[in-house]
């Protein structure tokens, strides 16, 4: 039986009423004192999380109606109940235990929203009389922003010396970088937990705030693409390109050069540069002595291409990715401003070693047939069922980086997916695969974001920020320049990656700030600056240090000076060359 | 005692050693036994998970590093063989030594530099008397005569 049109209208008017009865309420918010909503900013516009936020009667100190944390974007919202315990019964009329808001409360009261957070001063803003009748309404008041000003003390200095510290540690090669950021994340707790029991005022942060600074996204980008280049690196395809690139010069040492450096620069793209220079700097140094001629005069154009290169994905470096997932750059997003600029830069840096190796890349060596035969019997694709899964599995990866961004699908995610089919498809055995993972990386970046996220949180790059953003005012082409070459320049002596970590909020804070920097430009400065600036000095870069030693036991030591004196004017060439493009571009 | 031991690292510091090296052969009527030692100190600094990787592109070096000498040995008309090992130096030249009964044993002499060396003079020294004492082998640092 149909019913009639008289139920349905009822049944349409009662659905409706439950629907709308199930809704949140917008307007007003019954059963409670009221609402309010707001959000905290530091002074720089950027949102702070963590932050304590309460309702109290009175100018200060007095009995909290209400106290609630700011979110991640800095939005807090306070709910007063309808009625509060008194705190102390003395203060309680007789025969009441709770305060009941806004019937107890004269008109007339004042009623203080108070903000506090560690390393910022504490805010206390009393309420206007047409914010309290709002709230008495039982209405949502919604706050304007409250920006709260840092506060520099004890704590700021302490992180500024414990990053300070972790960066010569490493710059000096003193301690491995693991063991640096280690020792200086743990000395952040310490001061925080065991410290702060001394001096108060030196804590910093403790362990959950400390893990909010870890980007999880970078961690796992990295770990899988580890695994995926572990498969790769053990099918001999370095060993075997590389031996069709002296096939096809046909041992003409100038034309060589360029294929090696083309070789390497596209595999530093695509794997990290340490990898690529740990498997092609034996095979080179064994293609020059079968040629007779110097390996540094291939080795180091090729370091040079690799560091930069490895720039033009978002899986290249280290620094990109850190770049990329701070600033939301998508892979698609490096190709299209990124590649072209790299590609300018790689061509000058063919020119330039061609011009200085002139000597060697042209002069006579004598080729030793014997050595020439070993080497054609050593180029051969050792496991070519793992490389054919592996291209198989990466070329799909690269088509999900291509296209993930649509989907929202995260780089790490992808790179996650990419290794779990691998390892299912190929099914190597796994205790070689984990030992394969390079853990004391996933640590060092772990412990990195640690020790970075201390001096963010005392404000030391709020501090570092204002003071560059005061500097190249709204300039963009100013800020560029600054940007780029500061980065190019301070890698050379200080490791990169603890530098980008830290320099990435900075950036963010200049996007904001400076008309026209909102399209990201000054981030794939960073990124140039940062990368190509390794090629200024032997510690510029992990991958020169694992050239120069890979290159030394075969008894062609590379000296600091050297390299500076190769290094450092490809450094200004290809910066040149990427900064004229990044003006162009943008 | 049938052999000569000579470590080799590769490069132009290498040279005069493997001459000394066919020299010392050539006089003797024995073969030498080039020795190259893989050593991966250099990845303390970066990433210790990718020993695995780049061990056996080291043999592989070295491997193509003591063929160079050997052509240099069969140019001068000597018997000569390579052995790449693992490990510390000092160690496997003593074992070398060993193996083969070696009866001279060809090191280069540190030069001044600022880099380090395997070994500078002090440990150099030595390490000859512990090759004498361990292996009973003669040591040859190039540059001084041949007893």
């Not at chain 1, 914010?131 to 004890?154: D, K, N, W, Y």
């Not at chain 1, 870890?214 to 790769?232: E, S, T, Y």
């Not at chain 1, 770049?323 to 790689?346: C, E, K, M, Q």
């Not at chain 2, 000597?78 to 083969?100: N, P």
Request: glycine share 10%; with cysteine.
């Amino acid at each position: 039986m149909k019913p009639s049109r008289g139920w349905q209208g009822a049944l349409l008017v009662v659905a409706l009423a439950a629907l709308w009865m199930s809704l949140p309420a917008r307007a007003k918010n019954p059963g409670v004192g009221g609402m309010v909503v707001g959000g905290v900013f530091d002074t720089q516009g950027q949102p702070v999380e963590g932050a304590r936020v309460w309702l109290a009667l009175g100018a200060e100190g007095g009995t909290t109606l209400s106290e609630t944390e700011t979110q991640p974007d800095g939005s807090f919202t306070l709910r007063l109940p309808a009625t509060i315990p008194y705190g102390e019964p003395q203060s309680a009329p007789e025969g009441q235990t709770a305060l009941r808001v806004w019937d107890d409360i004269p008109s007339g009261a004042a009623v203080t929203l108070g903000v506090s957070r560690d390393h910022f001063e504490t805010r206390l803003l009393p309420l206007s009389g047409e914010q309290m009748e709002t709230l008495r309404g039982g209405e949502i008041l919604e706050l304007p922003p409250v920006a709260l000003e840092r506060h520099i003390g004890i704590a700021f200095w302490t992180a500024s010396l414990i990053f300070i510290g972790v960066l010569l540690l490493i710059a000096s090669g003193r301690m491995h970088n693991t063991l640096a950021t280690l020792s200086g994340a743990a000395l952040v707790f310490a001061v925080s937990y065991l410290g702060a029991l001394l001096v108060p005022d030196v804590r910093i942060f403790g362990f959950e705030a400390a893990l909010r600074y870890v980007d999880w996204n970078v961690i796992f980008l990295i770990l899988g693409m580890m695994i995926v280049i572990a498969v790769v690196e053990r099918t001999g395809i370095f060993q075997w390109m590389a031996y069709r690139a002296y096939r096809i010069s046909g041992g003409r040492l100038w034309l060589l050069l360029p294929i090696l450096m083309l070789i390497t620069g596209v595999a530093s793209a695509f794997l990290d540069n340490v990898t690529t220079m740990l498997l092609m700097t034996p095979i080179t140094i064994q293609i020059a002595l079968a040629m007779g001629t110097n390996p540094l005069a291939l080795l180091l154009p090729e370091v040079f291409a690799s560091n930069v290169v490895g720039i033009s994905t978002l899986i290249g470096t280290p620094t990109n990715i850190l770049i990329g997932s701070y600033a939301g750059i998508s892979f698609n997003d490096f190709l299209h401003n990124l590649t072209p600029g790299v590609a300018l830069a790689f061509a000058g840096l063919v020119a330039y070693s061609e011009w200085v190796y002139r000597e060697e890349l042209h002069g006579a060596g004598q080729a030793s047939p014997l050595l020439l035969q070993k080497l054609s019997e050593r180029a051969r694709i050792t496991d070519p069922d793992h490389l054919r899964k592996a291209g198989w599995v990466g070329a799909g990866m690269l088509l999900l980086f291509a296209l993930g961004e649509r989907v929202h699908l995260l780089p790490a995610v992808t790179a996650l997916m990419g290794a779990t089919a691998l390892l299912v498809w190929i099914r190597p055995d796994i205790e070689e695969m984990i030992e394969a993972v390079d853990w004391t990386t996933l640590v060092f970046f772990i412990t990195l974001f640690i020790v970075v996220g201390a001096i963010r949180e005392v404000g030391v790059i709020a501090w570092l920020a204002a003071r560059i953003g005061g500097m190249v005012g709204e300039n963009l082409p100013l800020a560029m320049g600054v940007v780029l070459w500061s980065a190019a320049l301070l890698s050379t002596v200080i490791p990169n990656i603890p530098f980008t970590a830290a320099m990435l909020p900075v950036i963010g804070y200049l996007t904001t700030t400076i008309p026209g920097a909102d399209n990201l430009v000054l981030f794939y400065c960073l990124s140039v600056g940062a990368a190509m600036g390794g090629n200024g000095s032997l510690i510029g870069a992990s991958a020169n240090l694992v050239t120069s030693g890979i290159a030394e036991r075969a008894g062609y030591p590379v000296t600091y000076k050297e390299f500076l004196k190769r290094g450092l004017p490809a450094l200004l060439v290809t910066v040149g060359l990427a900064m004229a493009w990044l003006w162009l571009r943008f | 005692m049938s052999g000569i031991v000579c470590a080799v690292r590769g490069g132009a510091a290498s040279k005069p050693t493997i001459r000394r090296a066919v020299q010392l052969a050539q006089e003797s009527g024995l073969p030498i036994h080039f020795l190259y030692v893989v050593n991966l100190d250099f990845l303390s600094h970066t990433s210790s998970s990718r020993v695995h990787t780049i061990e056996e592109e080291m043999r592989e070096m070295g491997e193509f590093i003591l063929l160079t000498a050997q052509e240099q040995a069969a140019r001068g008309g000597v018997e000569a063989h390579g052995v790449v090992r693992d490990g510390s130096v000092g160690d496997q030249i003593v074992a070398l030594c060993r193996e083969t009964e070696a009866q001279y044993v060809v090191l280069g002499r540190p030069r001044h530099s600022a880099r380090p060396n395997v070994f500078d003079e002090e440990r150099l020294q030595r390490f000859v008397e512990r090759i004498a004492s361990q292996t009973g082998a003669q040591v040859v640092l190039v540059g001084e005569d041949v007893p």
